[in-house]
């Protein structure tokens, strides 16, 4: 196994650490899966985990509720991002104003 290999399995999170890290509820974490603001978690055998991009985009979706976005308007708002942008290039454009109020 690589260094990078170890640090990226390191990394791996189930629902209730994920959900335990964020501040968010299990029931949460799966409702905001299903309503597509989450990528897929990496399966293995029955179990599914969930990397640094799960949580940097649950981190993010808490901080455009926090500043009144709709959870549709966050949807649309995603939608447009690549799903592996890095969440400081999403608050870049927070700040830059990129989220416009059509995402609210």
């Known amino acids: 196994m690589t260094a990078s290999q170890a640090t990226e399995t390191d990394e791996l999170l189930t629902i209730d650490e994920l959900a335990a ?6 029931r949460t974490v799966r409702f905001y899966a299903g309503q597509g603001l989450l990528p897929q978690p990496r399966r293995q055998g029955r179990m599914a985990y969930y990397g640094p991009e799960h949580r940097m985009r649950l981190e993010f979706v ?3 509720q926090d500043y009144g976005y709709t959870l549709a308007g966050i949807e649309r708002y995603l939608s ?3 799903r592996r942008r890095r969440r400081e290039s999403w608050r870049a454009q927070s700040d830059a104003g990129a989220v416009g109020a059509a995402a609210r």
Do not use: A, N
């Open 21 to 26: 890290r964020t501040g968010m509820t299990v």
């Open 62 to 64: 808490k901080e455009l």
């Open 80 to 82: 447009r991002i690549p």
